[in-house]
């Protein structure tokens, strides 16, 4: 009898081993709750271990050349660009700097971008992992 016992007991303990070992974890950390979109943070910081950086500078026109500064952030490279012509004294071009600052700053907020004046006819426009 005892040996019923003492295997019903082994089966029983090595059945709950099994248990435990294939039945999946849940929770936050479960490998099922992964991040499953990209982050763009992590993207910024991973191009910028695997490439070089680059220098880019432009003579910001108008809003079409937005695109082109959002492109070069997502490609952790750093954007000076050229306001002279805009930044004059006529109040319609210095509203349509403005604007084209603004959307500058709300399509590379995902990146936590950087934005600053550097003089009267330049801005700076940085990837998240260089420092001011």
Known sequence: ???????KMDQKTSDVKEASTTRPQLGIFS???GISSTDPM???KRLAELEAIFIRSKKLES????????????EGNIVLL?????NKSNEQAQLE???IIERIRGETRGYHAELALVNDGCI??????VKF
Do not use: W
Not at 1 to 7: A, E, I, K, T, V
Not at 124 to 129: E, K
């Open 63 to 74: 809003l079409e050349d937005v695109p082109y500064v959002v492109n070069q952030i997502k």
């Open 31 to 33: 490998p099922a709750a």
């Open 97 to 99: 700097l403005k604007r």
């Open 82 to 86: 050229d306001i002279s012509r805009l």
């Open 42 to 44: 992590h993207e910024c």
């Open 1 to 7: 009898m005892r040996f019923r016992l003492g295997r």
């Open 124 to 129: 700076i426009v940085t990837p998240s992992f």
